[in-house]
């Protein structure tokens, strides 16, 4: 989003297959960043599930279910802004 927007540096857009696994993901990054001291903003979408929004000033988490992704489709609404594709196993060997 750099050089694109003004009011965040990246967006991170992830699917979740339903309500609860949104709840599970958005529960994971809170606690994980947490431990670094960073805690959101603002977090939008929960208590719905469908689309989770986590700000991080710096950067924008978006956790959705693949019908309001799909529907929305951020990544062709940003498309000016660098989009870089994170493989699931990379993710996962990280955690």
Known sequence: ???????????????????????AISDFIKEKLKLDNITP???????????ILMDYVDFIIHIMNHETREFYMLEKLWSDAKIEKIDDDLVTRNL
């Open 1 to 23: 989003m750099r050089g694109v927007s003004d009011f965040t540096d990246f967006f991170i857009i992830c699917s979740g297959n339903s309500r609860p696994q949104n709840h």
């Open 41 to 51: 903003l603002n977090i939008e979408g929960y208590e719905d599930g469908d689309w």
